[in-house]
């Protein structure tokens, strides 16, 4: 049975990937609260802050498999509406946090012999979409890290990076909380729809699997096709 350890696993993608590993393996969740972890079997929880020193991360001893770094933020607003104060959050959840987080964790990947990360970056880093200057800068780092730390820890730990477009999650509720925002988000996409969190969830661990153990260093786009195709 491999060890997966999931930061933010209670809620939206992480949830469902939570779900879904821990049906044949142990999966260590840190997370602000346990909510939604109760009828899970195969899951032990830390509460944790990614917002905090690097020591106040709890200690985990035994090797880990593989890491997911979910916490993430959406903060859309124009240039003139954002302050200094916006950024340095974006950046200390979204950037920060992963780097506290890898470097706390490092040696138990070592330790598991072959291990893999999954970070999370968005579509608007390569794609430019009004409003998204605070998290598009962030996460335009997460990319930056995704790239180097893989030749970094190669062979040993395989890094690679979702880029997501809007997905049907708590963290976007605000921007899909009404028919008429969620029709406008799905008709943007040539899919017509916008994704959700288990199929990301099953892209995670086909990522940290075995099968995809010649896969590293790679931005992996789930959206929709909004950041390559148009159609007419």
Known sequence: M??????????????????????????VVLSRSNKNLNNLNNVEFYSADVTKTIDELPH????????????????????????????????EINLLGAVKVIN?????????????????????????????ASIAAAKGAVEGLTRTLA???????????????????????????SEQKLKASEERHPLKRIGNAKEIAETIAFLLSDSASFITGQIIKIDGGISSIKTL
């Open 60 to 91: 985990i001893s035994e090797p880990i498999h593989g890491l997911v770094y979910c916490p993430g933020t959406i903060n859309l607003k124009p240039l003139k509406s954002l302050k200094l104060e916006d950024f340095q959050n974006d950046f």
């Open 2 to 27: 491999n060890t997966y350890l999931i930061v933010g696993g209670t809620s939206g993608i992480g949830l469902e990937t939570t779900k879904l590993l821990s049906n044949n393996n142990k999966v």
């Open 151 to 177: 030749a970094e820890f190669a062979p040993s730990i395989r890094v690679n990076c979702i880029a997501p477009s809007i997905t049907n999650t708590p963290l976007a509720e605000k921007l899909l909380n």
């Open 104 to 132: 706390k964790y490092f040696n138990n990947l070592k330790e598991a012999g072959k291990s893999s990360i999954v970070l999370f970056s968005t579509v608007a880093v390569q794609t430019g979409m009004q409003y998204h």
